[in-house]
């Protein structure tokens, strides 16, 4: 009998290649379990808790009903969003969240520059280390802990400001519940708590200058604010574009923890942003598929901001976050 | 005592010098002055109040310790205290265990599907989920009012994640190197070699997690229903936004302190321990950047 010989799919040679090259990512694989095993818990985190809520977050795409769970839940495509596009508070959101946004950056940067500045000409270092030491604090307090100092200094009947507005002959002035007010009282604390914190990376950049620089414009006559303009400001120049750039990339986010503390009712209409509406809309009102599809929809806007503004800060500011 | 910068030239340079030192006070009084006024109201008698309402001077004779007294007599404070202890406890604890293993796990770049691990956790960096998976996620998990649904969502930030990776990284290899060839396994590398030699990165972040969690009130805010759980800014804010104190106070608090006292030292008591390690976190934060330096 004569048996037919089959020519193998790959020849022996390379046969013999990639089985070797599969038994050695197995060996590699084998070779590093112990460092799998110190990966797993970050797996599990991460498949858990943000990845999982990603699978979950196709509510948005539905009409979620708790009873049915997610799966069963209805598709009803981007409905959701287009209900979120033309409702009245679409545009007082994202004006609400644009505006104070907008207003933080313009507001708060110059004042941690400055304060930098000040910090780094200062010659009584005494003075300076402990106005470092006191503006420095604030950032690491809570929200709700600013918010009594703030009941403290603004309260219309014992707060500290209404007392000199009282004294002055004007009736008391109610900043927290006023939408005259509301705004300022955010951006302005916002940069009581952060300044000091915000002019550590600029006060770094300042500290880094080549004296040299100085000393050589001293002699050809240039005053303290001469050299401040000429010398100072151009060499922090990238730092001050890439904390810009990068904060221009959260611009959507608005701070919620400090406005979902120091807001109510009164000053919905000018405090209100994205996300204290998704928190008010999604758990207290269980506008589940609705609050997420907004949600995602500022995560997705927000996606692209900061990947173009690293992009952008790369290549005008040297650097950018990753 | 040295001066940074060398002596004032002229003139013009001494205006500036003064006109530097004027700003730096006025900085500091205006951050300093707002929680001084809260210390000072914490302090104010009841029958001062009555007579004259509250200032920003009061003399030492007349301070009065009653509203501390109190808060600290009644339970819901400590209690609220306690779980604040229990989950910035807990929570460190679990956020440095998961950051420092991923962290070092992802140092070894020859690591079968380690570039595929990075892209995924960089890319929930950039882009998460929202408020309301996340909710779901923890509600599915029957973790709902418990404490660990305000410790795990966030447990791991991906850039101190990030950071813990790039330290690692340059420490020198030799080191790991020799611990092998001596026998030991890459659990015991990381315990014994890795970790002592990173110590200033782990208190670092450590307490950088620790802040985080000893401020936060959202997450127990969204996920705690038992107000027994609340932790201390939780208590904190329903006292700031209680119209009657006498659920928060040992006696009938009307006629013991006043009620604006009772809530700044209900806001100073909460700034305390945050203030008692504001030293370490000052060590740990500035690395060098406090102007300590003389600059000729």
Redesign the interface.
């Known amino acids: 009998m004569r048996t037919e010989v089959i020519p193998p799919l790959v020849s022996k040679a390379e046969t013999r290649q990639s089985v070797g090259r599969t038994s050695r990512?197995l060996r590699?694989?084998w070779r590093?379990r112990?460092?799998?095993?110190?990966?797993l818990?970050?797996?599990i985190?991460?498949a858990?808790?943000?990845?999982?809520?990603?699978y979950?977050?196709q509510?948005a795409f539905k009409d979620f009903q708790p009873v049915l769970g997610?799966e069963a839940s209805p598709w009803i495509g981007f409905q959701n969003f287009l209900t979120f596009f033309h409702s009245y508070y679409f545009a007082q959101l994202l004006a609400n969240t644009l505006i104070i946004s907008s207003a933080k950056l313009v507001f708060g940067i110059p004042p941690a520059i400055?304060?930098a500045l000040?910090?780094?000409?200062?010659?009584?270092?005494p003075?300076?280390?402990?106005?470092?030491?006191?503006?420095?604090?604030?950032h690491?307090?809570?929200?709700?802990?600013v918010?009594?100092?703030?009941?403290?200094?603004l309260?219309p009947?014992?707060g500290?400001i209404n007392?000199a507005v009282v004294k002055a002959g004007s009736q008391p002035i109610d900043f927290l519940t006023n939408p005259a007010w509301f705004r300022a009282i955010i951006v302005s604390s916002d940069i009581?708590k952060e300044a000091?914190w915000g002019a550590?990376i600029y006060?770094?950049a300042l500290?880094s200058i080549d004296?040299s620089q100085y000393e050589a414009a001293?002699l050809d006559g240039a005053?303290?604010?001469q050299r401040i303009w000429y010398i100072s400001l151009p060499n922090i120049k990238d730092v001050i574009v890439l904390v810009t750039i990068l904060r221009l990339g959260t611009i959507l986010d608005a701070g919620?923890?400090q406005i979902?503390?120091l807001y109510s009712l009164p000053v919905y209409s000018v405090g209100d942003v994205i996300?204290t509406w998704?928190?008010r809309e999604?758990?207290l009102n269980f506008q589940?598929g609705l609050?997420?599809a907004v949600?995602?929809f500022?995560?997705?806007i927000?996606?692209v901001l900061?990947?173009v503004a690293n992009r952008v800060a790369k290549r005008f500011a040297g650097s950018g976050l990753? | 005592m040295k001066f940074r910068l060398g002596k004032p030239k002229n003139m013009g340079d001494t205006t500036f010098d003064g006109g530097v030192n004027l700003f730096l006070i006025l900085v500091l009084l205006i951050t300093f002055i707002p929680i001084w006024y809260a210390v000072i109201v914490s302090l104010t008698p009841l029958e001062l109040t009555k007579s004259q309402g509250y200032n920003l001077f009061l003399p030492p004779t007349q301070w009065s310790l009653e509203a501390y007294r109190q808060l600290l007599g009644q339970d819901s404070f400590l209690n609220a205290l306690l779980m604040s202890c229990l989950i910035t406890g807990s929570g460190v604890a679990i956020d440095m265990i998961l950051t420092t293993l991923t962290a070092y796990a992802l140092t070894f770049k020859d690591l079968p599907g380690r570039n595929i691990f990075l892209t995924l956790i960089i890319f929930t960096f950039l882009f998460n989920a929202g408020l309301i998976p996340t909710y779901l996620m923890v509600k599915n998990l029957n973790l709902l009012n418990t404490i660990p649904a305000v410790i795990l969502p966030g447990a791991i930030s991906v850039y101190n994640l990030l950071v813990m990776k790039t330290f690692f990284q340059n420490l020198p290899s030799s080191l790991r190197e020799s611990a092998i060839v001596d026998g030991a396994n890459e659990v015991q590398v990381l315990w014994h070699i890795i970790l002592p030699l990173s110590r200033p990165i782990l208190l670092t972040i450590g307490l950088f997690y620790a802040v985080g969690h000893w401020n936060d009130f959202f997450q127990p805010i969204l996920y705690l229903s038992d107000p027994n759980l609340m932790p201390l800014p939780v208590l904190l804010r329903n006292i700031l936004l209680a119209s009657s104190m006498n659920d928060y106070v040992e006696q009938n608090a009307l006629f013991a302190a006043p009620q604006d006292a009772l809530k700044m030292a209900a806001v100073i008591l909460t700034m305390l321990p945050m203030l008692f390690i504001y030293p370490w976190i000052q060590r740990y934060f500035t690395k060098g950047v406090l102007l300590g330096g003389v600059k000729e």
């Open positions: 990512l590699r694989i590093y112990m460092v799998y095993l110190m990966l818990p970050g797996i985190y991460f858990l808790f943000r990845y999982g809520p990603l979950l977050a509510i997610v400055i304060l000040a910090l780094s000409e200062a010659r009584f270092l003075l300076a280390r402990l106005t470092q030491t006191v503006t420095y604090l604030p690491f307090l809570s929200w709700v802990v918010f009594g100092v703030l009941l403290g200094l309260s009947d014992n500290l007392q009581w000091g550590i006060l770094a500290l004296p001293a005053s303290r604010l919620f923890a979902f503390v996300d998704v928190y999604g758990i589940f609050a997420t949600g995602l500022k995560g997705a927000g996606l900061i990947v990753y």
